[in-house]
Each structure stands twice: as structure tokens, then as C-alpha cells.
């Protein structure tokens, strides 16, 4: 995106914060081609023939990001790493929800041969993610941020540090840190299980 439409975004982000309404509706035709791309990239995540599709998943963010108008938005990386933030509840809250359905929660009795398939490993794999992810943030809430932003939200890591208000240097050296406690957690999980 070039400079003049991301200070463009960043300003109409200002005006919607301060209660310009008209800005918001200016706002998502600048932003809408970013979202859609963040969407796509978590669905690739997903598993095929999964029932919540890109646009269906952008426009869940979008009611989701009206309704945070008490967002003090500080730029164009903020509003993408909170957009990026809330498609990743959105999964999680989905594969809970087919989790749950697995575990007999509002299942009607069926025939085995008849059931559905209804649990898939990527789900329990995102829940994981994203269980790991909690326990990340309640020792360092910022090695946290830094895996949303980078690895979710698709931020470089001059976009991270900016929103973060530290250096480049900070933020490769978080991440790198963040990825290997992540993958020690999640190892240490899945040998768990097994």
C-alpha cells in the first residue's frame, strides 16, 4: 500500500475515533482489498471445505470492528493488527463452538454410519494455538502481541514495532524468542496427548 492511502487510512481512523461517522463509511472501501487479504490468509489455514468462507469472515471483523468504536485507533498497522486479532477469535470461537458439537453439546442421536463429521484436527490444533498463545501473553503479554501482529495480522516487523511503540531490533529478537517458546509449548502438548 502506498504512503499517501496509508496516511489517508490513518487519518480517516482518527475522525472515526473521534465520532465522525462519514469517516467509517470512507474508511472501508480504502481498507476492504487488506481485510480480505488477511482473511484469505487465515482460511488457507483451514481445512478444506470449511463452513465460514473469506467474505463471510470479513464481514464478521467488520461488524466486530463498528462495534470496538471505543478503539483509540493510532494508525493504519493498529487497525490491521486489531482486524487480524478478531478473524483469529472469530476461528477460534468457530472451532470451539464444532468442539463442543463433537462432545455431544446440542447433538441429536444418530446412527454412527449417519454421523457427520464434525471435529477436524485443525481445529484442535487452532485451539492450541491459540491456548498457548493465552499462556504466552499471561508471562509476556508483548511476545504475544508480536506473534498476533507478525504471524496473524501479516505486519513486517517495522509495522510491529510501530504499533508497538519499540525498535525493529526489539521486535526480531521478540519473535524469534515468542516462535521458539510457542513451538516448545505446543510440542510439549501434542507429546501430551499422544
Do not use: C
Not at 470449511?50 to 493498529?78: F, K, M, P
Not at 485451539?127 to 509476556?140: E, G, H, V
Request: no cysteine; proline share 2%; aromatic share 6%.
Amino acid at each position: 500500500m502506498n504512503r499517501p492511502a496509508s496516511e489517508e487510512i490513518t487519518q480517516l481512523l482518527l475522525a472515526w475515533g473521534g465520532g465522525d461517522e462519514t469517516a467509517l463509511e470512507r474508511l472501508m472501501p480504502l481498507v476492504h482489498a487488506e481485510l480480505k487479504r488477511l482473511a484469505k490468509r487465515y482460511m488457507n489455514r483451514q481445512r478444506t471445505g470449511h463452513t465460514l468462507q473469506t467474505t463471510a469472515l470479513v464481514n464478521e471483523a467488520y461488524l466486530r470492528l463498528i462495534d470496538s468504536s471505543r478503539v483509540q485507533w493510532q494508525n493504519r498497522a493498529h487497525f490491521f493488527a486489531i482486524s487480524a486479532q478478531l478473524m483469529r477469535r472469530i476461528l477460534v470461537d468457530a472451532a470451539r463452538a464444532k468442539q463442543n458439537l463433537k462432545r455431544g453439546g446440542g447433538a441429536q442421536m444418530i446412527a454412527l454410519d449417519e454421523a457427520p463429521e464434525v471435529f477436524s484436527e485443525q481445529a484442535a490444533e487452532l485451539i492450541a494455538l491459540d491456548d498457548a498463545l493465552k499462556a504466552l501473553a499471561s508471562f509476556s503479554p508483548r511476545l504475544s502481541q508480536v506473534v498476533e501482529l507478525r504471524y496473524f495480522g501479516g505486519l513486517s516487523e517495522e509495522e510491529t514495532a510501530e504499533v508497538l511503540k519499540t525498535s525493529t531490533r526489539t521486535i526480531r529478537r521478540d519473535w524469534k524468542l515468542a516462535r521458539t517458546w510457542l513451538y516448545r509449548e505446543l510440542s510439549r502438548e501434542t507429546n501430551d496427548d499422544a
